[in-house]
């Protein structure tokens, strides 16, 4: 039996939206991946430490798409039931093992296409920001390596070598980092 969510929509599902993020349905999450892809919403979740340093994970090769690709911290779907934030804390734990207060500094809609699954991404996503210092406790079914980059260093590695970073952290890299101060500042949002 499928696990619920306080509304009745199985967890595996996700929230299919319009252009403006109007949700017009739900649908389970492979199935949203499939044929092109339908437009769904997401979240992807950026943190910094202090030294202005991004967390970056190597997603797992057991994930269903884009698995041992360098990403940000962390992505994923709202549950339904859930608002984005709540969603974004507790995907956060479940992956890295720590929680950190959250900004969201914009949203944007793409598309992209794993060659490796056949699958597809068309989210509107939701882009959260945090800080963080600790040493994080990582889940290894979720990911594979981590590391704390230095910004200058991370631009030239996607630069340098695009194929190792996933297609939605390529496409918002510059634009996350235009919005957070190298060190100890708050993130400006658009």
């Given amino acids: 039996m499928a696990t619920r969510t306080g509304n009745g929509a199985p967890a595996d599902h996700v929230i299919l939206v319009d252009e403006n993020d109007r949700p017009v349905g739900s649908a389970p999450k492979l199935d949203a991946h499939r044929n092109g892809g339908a437009l769904h919403r997401a979240f992807s979740i950026f943190v910094f430490n202090s030294a202005g340093e991004m967390l970056l994970q ?22 339904h039931g859930q608002t984005l934030e709540e969603s974004a804390h507790a995907r956060l734990r479940h992956e890295f093992g720590f929680d950190a207060p959250l900004q969201e500094l914009f949203s944007f809609v793409y598309r992209a296409e794993d060659p490796a699954s056949g699958l597809t991404e068309h989210e509107f996503d939701h882009v959260f920001v945090g800080r963080f210092d600790g040493r994080p406790a990582p889940n290894p079914e979720e990911i594979e390596a981590w590391e704390w980059v230095a910004r200058s260093q991370l631009l030239r590695d996607v630069s340098e070598h695009p194929e190792r970073f996933t297609p939605w952290f390529r496409i918002v890299l510059e634009r996350v980092l235009e919005r957070v101060a190298p060190a100890d500042s708050k993130p400006s949002r658009e």
Avoid: D, V
């Fill in 58 to 79: 190597r997603r797992a090769a057991t994930k269903y798409h884009f698995g041992t690709l360098w990403t940000n911290a962390c992505c994923s779907h709202p549950r």
